[in-house]
């Protein structure tokens, strides 16, 4: 019989020879005459495949005992074609996924698969906190070893000890806990192996560390402070360059091998910095690129399965690939809802477990870590907090599950249904998927929820508040469908959902501040930016709509400074997130014409329409004051100066009491701040920018509605 399992005793794991993991001693240990003892217990793999085993056996014997609790089981006959999961081993023996009617398609050997025609998807109890205490034993070693492992990185890719230090301290504090695309502990274990030939680096290459190096560098200040390598001296402004340029060229080798953990990774990390610096197209391009390789690999299949066809999947092999999925999936929304573009990574979400079992990271400290930054020691002192990175990351990816419903749902460009039906469907979404975003709220842990009433001083660690923006953000593009019907005035649900995007606008308002005022504004992720987007377009919205009574009145002056602080925001953070420049220039060009509209009416007032276009031309040059007071703030303006923000507003909105609103005037801004961008098909076929928004959906054939409306009638809902 041919073992699979690979054991191996303490007495050959020394001697570095071969095991034949025979118990109770090996056959090297009883040729040596020494004592041979197994330190380490059979896998969980193993133990099932032995348990499936008994369970067989007892079967055929009429054993069934009826005292034993039962528990949940998927019951199968080998492996079938069960929900599209078509796993096999290729020639290497490596988990590969091709689906039955593919010609690459294989049945796992029977070796595998004779004894698994019963699979638990719940582990014994015992077995979890065992595979726990391992994770969290192997997690805390490798943390005190990190010193050694940059001493190999800096020799690897030619960069100053101090200079590598920098860059990953910048990339684990800021950019790690957002979506946790790297698993820290195998990582780092393996650059020390990436520097020794016959010890392959299952979890690292060359090109996933530059990619992070360059990812990182955004976040450095001072692009001419001067950095020394072996050969040669440059600026920080040169170094970044170089460093985006090789991770490029290295990452683009790497995906003409084959797939493997590390070259997603790389992808992942590439696509979020392209993201950030406003490169769409080839955003959209690594990130399809990753999606695929996952679905190659079988990342969106159910570990429990995979165990049944892999014994060489480790307990930290299964642990990597299930955080990796939710990075795919999480990453996945959040670039849709940028890009305005259907998502497309979303197999798997209900057979993957959420459960990570290194919590390491949520009682490890979390404190802020700036570098180099000349302002960083105006900032409060910030204590050493619990991190709850994996706590806040499981949270977020249940908010993105119900974001994916929501994007397919109600700003699908392509309902299946008649336009009459599909409103009422939509109708029904909306209640349905607002209970749900309810329900999560409610049930958010109280350590990861920062209650809008009782705001603290500090920020939690910024993971924390992005996770809170994002719900604001979620509840904003839930309800303006509503809201831009246009029948508020006519609808009691309807003007309850302009409340709560008003509400969700402040909240998102005193997040920011609150954040701000804690870590300053250069450490701005570009998920943050996009919810200062959407609250940005929300409060404009809601000043031109605004009908003249008292209670509109107070919320104007509300809604005022808090739109030009969002404005100050995406300003200070358009300098480390480049992207946002297209997010301001949206909102600008929308508040040009509001105020030139303000202007015109004024004027045709005063000289009951005989004012000539010369002299219309010339008064409408007078806004650029106006323009200055939003887009031109004072760079060195502190947090603490957002107080101030609430004096009278330059334009007089509350007096515009006989304005028309027109359908022109009152359309919201676009949700998705990337969506009109010219590329892809419209660079190819010269499409002209005055294209409708419904045509531009066709030709790019799978944007989201930017604009998605229905029909305020709610239906009945169980």
């Not at 490596?94 to 019963?118: F, I, K, M, Q, W």
């Not at 502990?185 to 010890?199: G, V, Y």
């Not at 930016?529 to 959407?534: E, F, G, L």
């Amino acid at each position: 019989m041919v073992r699979n399992q690979k054991i191996v005793c303490s007495a050959c794991r020394r001697r570095k020879s071969r095991c034949d993991g025979v118990s109770p001693s090996c056959g090297a240990c009883v040729a040596s005459n020494s004592a041979c003892h197994y330190e380490k217990s059979p896998s969980v793999a193993y133990v099932r495949t032995l348990q499936a085993r008994i369970r067989e056996l007892e079967a055929k014997e009429g054993w069934e005992s009826t005292n034993t609790p039962t528990t949940p089981s998927l019951v199968w006959s080998g492996y079938g074609n069960e929900d599209g999961d078509s796993v096999c081993l290729d020639a290497l023996g490596d988990v590969s996924y091709h689906n039955g009617t593919s010609a690459l398609h294989a049945d796992p050997p029977r070796s595998l698969s004779e004894h698994s025609t019963t699979i638990s998807l719940t582990s014994d109890e015992s077995d979890t906190d065992y595979i726990r205490e391992r994770l969290v034993a192997s997690a805390v070693a490798q943390k005190r070893h990190e010193s050694t492992s940059l001493d190999t990185v800096s020799s690897i890719i030619n960069l100053p000890k101090d200079l590598v230090e920098t860059l990953f301290k910048l990339h684990w504090c800021w950019l790690h806990p957002c979506f946790l695309f790297v698993y820290r502990p195998a990582f780092m274990r393996d650059i020390s192996a990436l520097a020794q030939e016959n010890h392959p680096a299952t979890y690292c290459s060359l090109a996933l560390i530059k990619v992070i190096c360059a990812t990182s560098c955004r976040l450095m200040r001072g692009p001419e402070t001067v950095w020394q390598s072996a050969n040669s001296i440059e600026t920080s402004k040169e170094l970044t360059a170089r460093v985006v340029s090789e991770a490029r060229v290295l990452l683009a080798m790497e995906t003409l091998n084959r797939p493997s953990i590390s070259t997603i990774q790389g992808l992942l990390q590439q696509s979020a910095r392209d993201v950030a610096c406003g490169n769409s197209s080839s955003a959209w391009l690594y990130s399809g690129m990753a999606f695929r390789m996952a679905v190659d690999l079988g990342l969106h299949v159910s570990p429990d399965k995979l165990q049944q066809y892999s014994t060489t999947l480790t307990i930290e092999d299964i642990e990597i690939r299930k955080r990796l999925f939710w990075s795919l999936y999480a990453w996945d929304k959040l670039i849709s809802l940028y890009l305005g573009r259907m998502p497309s990574f979303i197999m798997g979400a209900e057979k993957v477990s959420l459960e990570f079992l290194d919590d390491f990271t949520d009682q490890d400290p979390w404190v802020p870590f700036y570098g180099s930054a000349p302002k960083s020691g105006s900032l409060p002192p910030y204590p050493p907090t619990p991190g709850h990175v994996t706590s806040c990351f499981k949270e977020l990816c249940k908010l993105c599950k119900i974001l994916t419903r929501m994007m397919l749902e109600l700003y699908n460009t392509h309902p299946i249904y008649s336009l009459e039906l599909s409103s009422e469907l939509r109708a029904a979404s909306f209640v349905k998927i607002k209970k749900e975003f309810q329900g999560w709220y409610s049930s958010l842990p109280p350590f990861l929820c920062i209650p809008p009433e009782n705001m603290p001083q500090l920020s939690p660690p910024p993971h924390i508040t992005s996770l809170n923006l994002m719900y604001y953000t979620a509840l904003i593009l839930l309800h303006r469908p509503h809201v831009a019907s246009g029948q508020v005035s006519l609808s009691a649900m309807a003007e309850q959902s302009r409340r709560t995007c008003q509400a969700a606008t402040t909240a998102i308002y005193d997040l920011l501040n609150m954040y701000v005022a804690t870590f300053g504004f250069h450490h701005i992720t570009y998920m943050n930016s996009y919810c200062t987007y959407t609250a940005a377009t929300t409060a404009v919205y809601l000043l031109q709509t605004s009908d003249d009574t008292s209670q509109s009145h107070d919320s104007r002056q509300t809604t005022w400074p808090e739109l030009k602080f969002l404005l100050h925001i995406l300003q200070h953070s358009a300098s480390a997130i480049p992207s946002l420049n297209r997010s301001i220039d949206i909102i600008r060009a929308k508040i040009k014409r509001i105020f030139e509209r303000q202007v015109s009416r004024k004027m045709d007032s005063l000289f009951q329409n005989l004012v000539s276009s010369r002299d219309r031309g010339s008064t409408l040059i007078g806004n650029d004051s106006c323009q200055s007071a939003l887009f031109g703030f004072d760079t060195a303006m502190s947090s603490n100066a957002t107080k101030t923000l609430s004096n009278s507003p330059i334009l007089d909105w509350e007096n515009d009491t006989q304005a028309e609103h027109l359908s022109c005037w009152d359309t919201w801004l676009p949700a998705f701040p990337a969506q009109d961008i010219s590329y892809g098909s419209e660079v190819m076929l010269n499409i002209q920018d005055t294209l409708s928004p419904e045509m531009r959906s066709i030709i790019m054939g799978s944007n989201l509605d930017a604009q998605s409306q229905f029909n305020p009638s709610m239906p009945c809902v169980p």
